[in-house]
Nanobody, 121 residues
């Protein structure tokens, strides 16, 4: 069992940056793949980024070069650094944990409650 709590969202202007944090507790953090997903109003939840137990990373194409996922196993925390934010990045961002490295939401077993990111133009 893993518990996840996101933080760091907010309202920013296009071009600004935010860093989201996801604090994990429960079973061994370092053994899980950690992912970030987002969901905009009226849309399905979509994959944003993931980081494996060996620190391999993968990203949604539209955020490549702008977002960076990282993890600090000593702090049981995963981060999403978001630069050059665009209005289309507006969504609730969710942290997730699971055994498989990939973009499929159903591959993640544990989810946080989300943190709102709003980007205005």
């Amino acid at each position: 069992q893993v518990q996840l709590v996101e933080s760091g969202g907010g309202l920013v202007q296009a071009g600004d940056s935010l860093r989201l944090s996801c604090a994990a507790s429960g079973r061994t953090f370092s053994s899980y793949v950690m992912g970030w997903f987002r969901q905009a109003p009226g849309k399905e939840r979509e994959f944003v980024a993931a980081i494996s137990w060996s620190d391999s990373t993968t990203y949604k194409d539209s955020v490549k070069g702008r977002f960076t996922i990282s993890r600090d196993n000593g702090k049981n925390t995963v981060y999403l650094q978001m630069n050059s934010l665009k209005p289309e990045d507006t969504a609730v961002y969710y942290c997730a944990a699971g055994p498989y490295f990939g973009p499929q939401a159903n591959g993640y077993d544990y989810w946080g409650q989300g943190t709102q990111v709003s980007v205005s133009s």
